[in-house]
């Protein structure tokens, strides 16, 4: 008992000391008492949109700092000017280039003896989600394609026009400086605000391939369970490409994986096939959405005939990537065919825990192409074609209700356009109340 209590006393003591070292090192290294800043606009739960102008003010004006920037953490950093002679500092975000949601803005004063202050607000961030078109699977001569990274991405961007565009060749043929050149000709291909690009790996073998996006490496296990844990564990996003090749059996017949369902998000639909093993899928209890790459291993990348298309707030890697990850995005064999699927207040891709009431559907397509008519609309509940709509128009904005059994659905609807071009929207998951 003793022992013990004098243990005890000797521990308390040593903690003691510790609390005063951390002490006396913590008010050591505290920035000048007399400088403050105060973010001034935008206001606390304000809600964000476009591009907003940020004020700051650092006070007293006889501490002004050298420089003050502001930022949300996770993208780029913004200086503000002072204004004349004055404690106000400002500038300007566009804030399209950041996910839409909560989130904090931080301003950070930066003084001549390298220490900083700091003061913060929190927003939300709330912009219209735009359509932008891309391909996510391709390869070049460092697997089994033709020409070098460089040239896709300069093509894509530049002759195919796209809007992103990610390689992924097969990573069981990419050496260590080749994996370094797709990386480095994917950062310097990347322009914020025009041409998104990103590099992945397709992980290949005859129990299936799958896109991996943003990889940490290129070593990869070589089974089918361990892919997932892998994924899942360094939240890698991942595509299932091509869902009936090598065979119809791949993915152990796409037997469901919670951890493989928390980061695959996406399927390749391009036909028939896609959509019947898409819905399949769907119905085991995955939550993915189709899109539409593809997967060519000729010198035309993102020329093919059929596209990915993102739905965003703008058009900068971490929104693409952001949105992929929440499955914002549909298969579409049209170029340029905007497509939007909403259930109540919620978007294409999205999962909707809370039990509804009332499940009301609007859809929205818009081809700017002369002639591209859609001919028809097709809603999809539970992998059953539930209504139709044939409006023949270049424009559509279709409404309907759902009187859905209680429990979980999935929803998603399918466009064919008058040439016969097809599209595929995301599901949305609802869970319907009891009347
Ligand atoms: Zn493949
Ligand atoms: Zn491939």
């Given at each position: 008992m003793t022992t013990k209590r004098s243990t005890v006393t000797i521990f308390a003591i040593f903690l003691g000391i510790i609390v005063l070292l951390c002490g006396a090192h913590t008010s050591a290294d505290q920035p000048p008492a007399q400088l403050a800043l105060e973010i001034l606009e935008p206001a606390a739960d304000e809600t964000l949109q476009g591009v907003v102008a940020v004020r700051v003010t650092a006070t007293p004006e006889d501490a002004t700092p050298p420089s003050i920037y502001v930022g949300f953490g996770h993208a780029s950093w913004f200086a503000l000017q002072r204004v004349g002679q004055t404690s106000e500092w400002t500038t300007s975000i566009d804030t399209t280039m950041l996910p839409n949601g909560e989130a904090t803005l931080t301003a950070y004063a930066h003084t001549p003896s390298g220490r900083s202050t700091g003061a913060s607000v929190q927003v939300v961030i709330l912009n219209g989600l735009q359509c932008y078109f891309g391909d996510l699977h391709s390869h070049t001569m460092y697997s089994d394609g033709v020409?070098?990274?460089?040239?896709?991405?300069?093509y894509a961007r530049d002759v195919a026009r796209l809007d992103f565009f990610c390689l992924t060749d097969h990573l069981e043929l990419v050496d260590p400086v080749e994996w370094a050149d797709t990386r480095e000709q994917a950062l310097k291909a990347n322009d914020c605000g025009r041409f998104v690009a990103f590099y992945g790996l397709e992980w290949t073998k005859r129990e299936g391939h799958a896109c991996l996006y943003d990889p940490p490496s290129?070593?990869?296990p070589s089974d089918v369970t361990g892919l997932y844990q892998t994924a899942s564990d360094a939240s890698v996003l991942c595509k299932f490409n091509h869902p009936n090749y090598p065979s119809s059996e791949v993915f152990n017949e796409f037997e469901y994986s919670e951890a493989a369902d928390a980061v695959f998000q996406m399927v390749e639909v391009r036909g028939d096939a896609g959509e019947a093993?898409?819905?399949?899928?769907?119905?085991?209890?995955?939550?993915i959405a189709p899109e539409g790459s593809d997967d060519t291993h000729s010198a035309n990348w993102g020329d093919?005939?059929?596209?990915?298309?993102?739905?965003?707030p703008g058009l900068c890697r971490l929104n693409i990537l952001d949105a992929l990850r929440n499955?914002?995005?549909?298969?579409t064999g049209d170029r340029n065919c905007r497509l939007y699927f909403w259930i109540n207040a919620a978007v294409m891709g999205d999962i909707v825990n809370e039990p509804v009431e009332h499940i009301a559907v609007t859809v929205y397509v818009a081809d700017p192409d002369p002639g591209d008519?859609?001919?028809?609309?097709?809603l999809f509940e539970d992998g059953n074609i539930i209504r139709t709509d044939e409006p023949n128009a270049p424009t559509r904005r279709w409404e309907t209700s759902v009187a859905a059994t209680p429990g979980k659905h999935y929803y998603f609807v399918k466009i064919t356009q008058a040439d016969g071009n097809r599209l595929w929207s995301a599901p949305i998951w609802v869970s319907a109340k009891s009347q």
């Open positions: 020409l070098f990274p460089q040239d896709a991405y300069a290129t070593r990869w093993a898409f819905t399949r899928m769907l119905d085991l209890g995955w939550h093919c005939g059929t596209w990915t298309a993102v739905l965003a499955r914002h995005c549909y298969s008519a859609t001919a028809r609309i097709e």
